[in-house]
Nanobody
């Protein structure tokens, strides 16, 4: 069974940066599109950023220009560099497939809390 292990979250002040990592225990990681999602209290989960197997990326409008998704296929890891954090970025961040409706079992996620 595929395991997703997210890390790198924390409590930061607005304007600061964090880098999230997601290790994927899957030997076909390199051919799957991956994505970061987030869920804030009382809100539905939303797609934040996705990266294809070829490295092309797309972002939610709310994070464009501030967040960067990347992947290291040799390490089966996907990253999310988050700069210029805002209080509205506060959420639990998860990684998973970025292939539209198909998901691995969700990991525990990593909490990001941005103080004003």
């Amino acid at each position: 069974q595929v395991r997703l292990v997210e890390s790198g979250g924390g409590l930061v002040q607005a304007g600061k940066s964090l880098r999230l990592s997601c290790a994927v225990s899957n030997n076909i990681f390199s051919i799957r599109a991956m994505a970061w999602y987030r869920q804030a209290p009382g809100k539905e989960r939303e797609l934040v950023a996705a990266v294809s197997r070829y490295g092309s990326t797309n972002y939610a409008d709310s994070v464009k220009g501030r967040f960067t998704i990347s992947r290291d296929n040799a390490k089966n890891t996907v990253y999310l560099q988050m700069n210029g954090l805002k209080s509205e970025d506060t959420a639990v961040y998860h990684c998973n497939l970025g292939e539209g409706g198909s998901y691995y079992p969700w990991g525990q996620g990593t909490q990001v809390t941005v103080s004003a």
